[in-house]
């Protein structure tokens, strides 16, 4: 089962990366509407490691998360800021955010990309109503999205790796195997940490 859904995400992928520069745009295109559209990229982002590599992954996903992030700040800002008041405006957990945001800048952003603190759709949405700047937010999004980002497409190269191996998996070097599972525990153990001590710090700004 879990051989099938990982075929079948790395052949989706490789779908888009045939369509060469077009497939990129068509990649950042994707991350940004399903961002915008309260989806998990967390698939997304798995597939850009798997085909894309890590390096290629990670900034095709960081500009998806980007613009995704951005259209939404400016859609609560500008355009639908009445209605994004009324929808959000109860919500304790926004209100506490946006107080620290008026206190603190963006820290707060950056810990919230760091902290599950909130689904990030939500946040972007309620920062629009926030008075940071958009040249503050985005770069705090951004800068607090990498740890995140570079975890799942580390474990998304991981995923292309295995599919291409195929039936030669037997062959493959066990010294790279246990390298490979080395670099995954770290990370996943890095990220866990990181996500942790952002929580902590946050709460103790929200307070």
Same mark, same amino acid.
């Given at each position: 089962?879990?051989?099938?859904?990982?075929?079948?995400?790395?052949?989706?992928?490789? +779908?888009?990366?045939?369509?060469?520069?077009?497939?990129?745009?068509?990649?950042?295109?994707?991350? *940004?509407?399903?961002?915008?559209?309260? %989806? !998990?990229?967390? =698939?997304?982002? $798995?597939?850009?490691?798997?085909?894309?590599?890590?390096? #290629?992954?990670?900034?095709?996903?960081?500009? #998806?998360? #980007? $613009?995704? @992030?951005?259209?939404?700040?400016?859609? /609560? &800002?500008?355009?639908? &800021? #009445?209605?994004?008041?009324?929808?959000?405006?109860?919500?304790?957990?926004?209100? +506490?955010? +946006?107080? /620290?945001?008026?206190?603190?800048?963006?820290?707060?952003?950056?810990?919230?990309?760091?902290?599950?603190?909130? !689904?990030?759709?939500?946040?972007?949405? @309620? $920062?629009?109503?926030?008075?940071?700047?958009?040249?503050?937010?985005?770069? *705090?999004?951004? $800068?607090?999205?990498? !740890?995140?980002?570079?975890?799942?497409? =580390?474990?998304?190269?991981?995923?292309?790796?295995?599919? &291409? %191996?195929? !039936?030669?998996?037997?062959?493959?070097? /066990?010294?790279?195997?246990?390298?490979?599972? +080395?670099?995954?525990?770290?990370?996943?153990?890095?990220? %866990?940490?990181?996500? %942790?001590?952002?929580? &902590? /710090?946050?709460?103790?700004?929200?307070?």
């Amino acid at each position: 089962m879990h051989s099938v859904w990982l075929h079948t995400l790395v052949h989706w992928m490789e +779908a888009i990366q045939q369509a060469g520069w077009l497939g990129w745009f068509l990649f950042v295109g994707l991350y *940004a509407s399903a961002c915008m559209a309260f %989806i !998990p990229g967390s =698939f997304l982002t $798995l597939g850009a490691g798997a085909v894309y590599g890590f390096w #290629g992954g990670v900034t095709l996903v960081l500009l #998806g998360h #980007g $613009l995704g @992030s951005l259209l939404s700040f400016l859609i /609560a &800002r500008y355009l639908l &800021r #009445g209605w994004m008041e009324k929808r959000l405006g109860h919500n304790k957990r926004v209100r +506490a955010v +946006a107080k /620290a945001v008026e206190r603190d800048g963006w820290k707060i952003v950056f810990l919230t990309r760091l902290s599950p603190v909130m !689904p990030f759709s939500l946040i972007n949405y @309620s $920062l629009g109503l926030s008075r940071i700047s958009v040249t503050r937010f985005l770069m *705090a999004t951004e $800068l607090g999205a990498v !740890p995140s980002t570079c975890a799942y497409v =580390f474990v998304g190269k991981l995923i292309g790796n295995l599919t &291409r %191996i195929g !039936p030669d998996l037997q062959h493959h070097r /066990a010294l790279e195997w246990w390298a490979w599972g +080395a670099g995954l525990a770290v990370t996943i153990a890095a990220t %866990i940490y990181v996500s %942790i001590m952002a929580s &902590r /710090a946050l709460n103790q700004h929200m307070d």
